[in-house]
């Protein structure tokens, strides 16, 4: 069982800048990759970033060159860096953790309660 605790989410003009916290507690192993998920209004929940224990990382095409993911194994905690914010990045964002990148968005790994992220002048 692992606990998920996220925060950083919030307003923020188009351009700006956010970054997210995933803390988690529990099982190690459930932990081996995390990432985040994000449900755009009105849309299907998709796959934002994600990052094993040693290192390795995806990224959606869309967010590619403006978010970065990065993890603190010592704390167990995952970090999303959100820069150029652009409207479409407006979602509920929810943190996902795992025991691989493979069984990561599905109901085998923990989830977050999720975190509202708004770009909006």
């Known amino acids: 069982q692992v606990q998920l605790a996220e925060s950083g989410g919030g307003l923020v003009q188009p351009g700006g800048s956010l970054r997210l916290s995933c803390a988690a507690s529990?099982?190690?192993?459930?932990?081996?990759?995390m990432g985040w998920y994000r449900r755009p209004p009105g849309k299907q929940r998709e796959l934002v970033a994600a990052?094993?224990?040693?290192?390795?990382?995806n990224y959606a095409d869309s967010v590619k060159g403006r978010f970065t993911i990065s993890r603190d194994n010592a704390k167990n905690t995952v970090y999303l860096q959100m820069n150029s914010l652009k409207y479409e990045d407006t979602a509920v964002y929810y943190c996902?953790?795992?025991?691989?990148?493979?069984?990561?968005?599905?109901?085998?790994?923990?989830w977050g309660q999720g975190t509202q992220v708004t770009v909006s002048s």
């Open positions: 529990g099982s190690i192993v459930s932990t081996n990759a």
């Open positions: 990052i094993t224990r040693g290192g390795i990382r």
């Open positions: 996902n953790a795992a025991i691989s990148i493979g069984s990561m968005g599905g109901s085998s790994g923990s």
